[in-house]
C-alpha cells in the first residue's frame, strides 16, 4: 500500500534533503501522535528531543497564543520582556547551586546558530591568531558551513568542501589527544557531555575535569554544547552538571521552545564581553513570540522538576530495556538513552517499530535512540517495551558478522 497522495504531492516540494516520509503527523498530545487516518503512535524520539514536554502542551500553547494576540517581533534594536527573563532562568539554572556565574546570553533561532555564536565569541575573545576549535571524532554540531567543519564527522564534511578554516578533531574522551592537538592557534575546546547523533554516548567526570583542567592550564575556552543533552534529559539541568565542572560558554536549543525554535548561547560574563555592538546578531533571535514559549517552557520543567523526572523514568525505562531479548547494551543518561541490538540494522528495527506504533530512530547502524518526553510515565513506558518486545521477538533480522562489539565514535 502507498503513502497517502497527499504526502507525495506535499513532498515533491520539498528539497531532497531527507527520505520520503513514511507518515505524515496531523496532530499530537502529550507522548502521542496521530497521522492522518486516525492512527496512534507512542513518541519515544520527542522531535529528536525537542518536545520535552510532549506535544501541545497547554501550558505552552497558551502562552504561545498571548504572545501572538500581544507582541510578535520588534528587532532586537529594542528589549523586550521575555527574551531578559529567559536570559536570567538559563543563568541561574547553568550556575547550579552556590553563586551565580553572571553569565549573559545571546538568543538565536536553533542549535547550529547558537554554536556559531559561540565559536565567533571564542575567536573574538582570543584575539587574532587564535581560532581554532578542538572537537571530538562522532560529535555533531550543526549544519552550517561552520559547525559541520567542527562536527568530528568526516564523511560529513566531503559534499561540501573546502569547509571553513580553524577546526580540528580528535578521539573522543582522549584528553591526552586533545593536549597534543593544541597549538598557539587554539583558542577553545567544544565537546558535547553526551555525544548525541554520534550514537549516544557519555563523555564522563574523569574526561570533562581533565579537559577542564587543560583549559584553564593553557589558558583556552571550554565551549560545552548541551542542544540535545540540556534542559533536564540527562537527569540534571545541563549533561556538565554529572562532571563537577565549570564552563566558559553553553549552548542549547531543542527543548527550550518544546517545538517553537529558540536557541541560546551563554557564556561567562568576562568572555561574553568580548562582544561589544556589531560583532554578532541576529534579526528573529529571541523574539517575543519564541521567548515566550522558552519562558513557559522553563517555568514548567521548573515546577515539574524535569531533571528528578527524567533519572526516575530512566531508571525504570532502563530496567524494563534490561528484561528485552535482543538487547545488548543501553546506554546514556536520565532519558537520553541508546540501546545496541543484537542483530542489525536498526534501521529496520526502527521502522517495524514505527509500523507497530512506537516511534524511535535508528542513531547509528547498530543502535536505536530513545529520547521520550521527560513527562513520561511509567505505564506509558511499560506500552513502548511492549511494543518494542514484539518487534525484537518477530523473525530474525540481519545477524551480526562475528562476535558482537559495538564501536566508540573514536573508532569510526
Not at 550556575?95 to 545571546?106: D, E, M, S, T
Not at 552550517?144 to 568530528?152: M, R, V
Not at 554529572?242 to 542549547?252: K, Q
Request: glycine letters at 12%.
Amino acid at each position: 500500500m502507498g503513502r497517502p497522495a497527499e504526502t507525495s504531492q506535499t513532498a515533491s516540494y520539498l528539497m531532497a534533503t531527507y527520505p520520503l516520509p513514511q507518515v505524515t503527523f496531523v496532530r499530537g498530545e502529550g507522548s502521542y501522535l496521530w497521522d492522518e487516518s486516525g492512527k496512534r503512535y507512542l513518541d519515544f524520539l520527542s522531535g529528536l528531543g525537542v518536545t520535552s514536554l510532549g506535544h501541545a502542551h497547554p501550558v505552552v500553547a497558551t502562552a504561545i497564543c498571548e504572545a501572538a494576540r500581544t507582541l510578535l517581533h520588534t528587532s532586537n534594536l529594542y528589549g523586550t520582556r521575555p527574551a531578559a527573563e529567559v536570559a536570567q532562568i538559563l543563568d541561574r539554572l547553568i550556575a547550579g547551586p552556590g553563586p551565580g556565574l553572571g553569565g549573559k546570553v545571546f538568543f538565536a533561532n536553533s542549535g547550529a546558530e547558537a554554536n556559531e555564536c559561540a565559536i565567533k565569541l571564542a575567536r573574538k575573545w582570543a584575539g587574532h591568531g587564535r581560532y581554532v576549535v578542538l572537537s571530538a571524532y562522532g560529535s555533531f554540531h550543526g549544519r552550517t558551513l561552520a559547525t559541520l567543519h567542527a562536527t568530528g564527522q568526516p564523511a560529513k564534511h566531503e559534499a561540501f568542501q573546502p569547509l571553513p578554516e580553524g577546526f580540528r578533531h580528535v578521539a573522543w574522551r582522549d584528553a591526552g589527544a586533545l593536549e597534543k592537538a593544541i597549538t598557539p592557534e587554539v583558542a577553545a575546546i567544544m565537546l558535547e557531555p553526551v555525544q548525541g547523533e554520534g550514537g549516544v554516548w557519555p563523555a564522563g567526570a574523569e574526561y570533562f575535569q581533565a579537559v577542564r583542567e587543560l583549559c584553564d592550564q593553557r589558558g583556552l575556552l571550554l565551549i560545552v554544547d548541551e542542544i540535545q543533552a540540556g534542559l533536564g534529559r540527562t537527569g540534571k539541568w545541563f549533561g556538565f552538571q554529572h562532571y563537577g565542572v565549570r564552563p566558559d560558554i553553553v549552548t542549547m536549543a531543542k527543548a527550550l521552545g518544546n517545538g517553537v525554535p529558540i536557541g541560546a548561547c551563554w557564556a561567562r560574563a568576562a568572555v561574553a564581553d568580548a562582544f561589544v555592538p556589531g560583532d554578532h546578531g541576529s534579526t528573529f533571535g529571541g523574539q517575543p513570540l519564541a521567548a515566550s514559549a522558552a519562558r513557559a517552557t522553563l517555568s514548567v520543567m521548573e515546577s515539574e522538576d524535569t531533571p528528578a523526572r527524567a533519572e526516575a523514568t530512566g531508571n525504570y525505562l532502563r530496567k524494563r530495556l534490561g528484561e528485552l531479548d535482543g538487547i545488548v547494551e543501553c546506554r546514556g543518561l536520565g532519558l537520553m538513552l541508546a540501546v545496541e541490538l543484537a542483530e542489525a540494522p536498526a534501521r529496520e528495527v526502527a521502522d517495524r517499530c514505527l509500523a507497530g506504533g512506537l516511534i524511535v530512530n535508528a542513531v547509528t547502524p547498530t543502535a536505536l535512540r530513545l529520547e521520550p518526553s521527560l513527562l513520561l510515565t511509567e505505564d506509558e513506558v511499560d506500552q513502548g517495551i511492549d511494543i518494542l518486545s514484539s518487534i525484537l521477538g518477530r523473525a530474525p533480522l540481519v545477524p551480526r558478522a562475528g562476535p558482537h562489539r559495538h564501536k566508540d565514535p573514536e573508532e569510526r
